[in-house]
């Protein structure tokens, strides 16, 4: 059974940093891109970040290069976002998501976490 956990969400105030977790179990994370999605209310979910688990390359959308940092931890099967320079703006539900290299029906996606800046 494929599961994705996130943690680390909560509220910060502008300027701070948090550091999200998605354990993962279930998957053969070398075939898998792991993914931060974000969601804020009353707009569409956007890509923050994604890292290949097997050789760790990165990507981030614009907003996010400079600020946040995507990792992971082999031996905890476990994908990190290290946000820092948070503003109001990175307001939203984050959710982690396990994107299969080599087939688009395999998508898993966990519950996600909140994180609010306050300003």
């Known amino acids: 059974q494929v599961q994705l956990v996130e943690s680390g969400g909560g509220l910060v105030q502008a300027g701070g940093s948090l550091r999200l977790s998605c354990a993962a179990s279930?998957?053969?994370?070398?075939?898998?891109?792991m993914n931060w999605f974000r969601q804020a209310p009353g707009k569409d979910r956007e890509f923050v970040a994604s890292i290949r688990w097997s050789g760790g390359s990165t990507s981030y959308t614009d907003s996010a290069k400079g600020r946040f940092t995507i990792s992971r931890d082999n031996a905890k099967n476990t994908v990190y976002l290290q946000m820092n320079s948070l503003k109001p703006e990175d307001t939203a539900v984050y959710s982690c998501?396990?994107?299969?290299?080599?087939?688009?029906?395999?998508?898993?996606w966990g519950q996600g976490t909140q994180v609010t800046v306050s300003s």
């Open positions: 998501a396990a994107l299969h290299l080599f087939s688009s029906a395999h998508v898993y």
């Open positions: 279930g998957l053969t994370l070398s075939n898998y891109r």
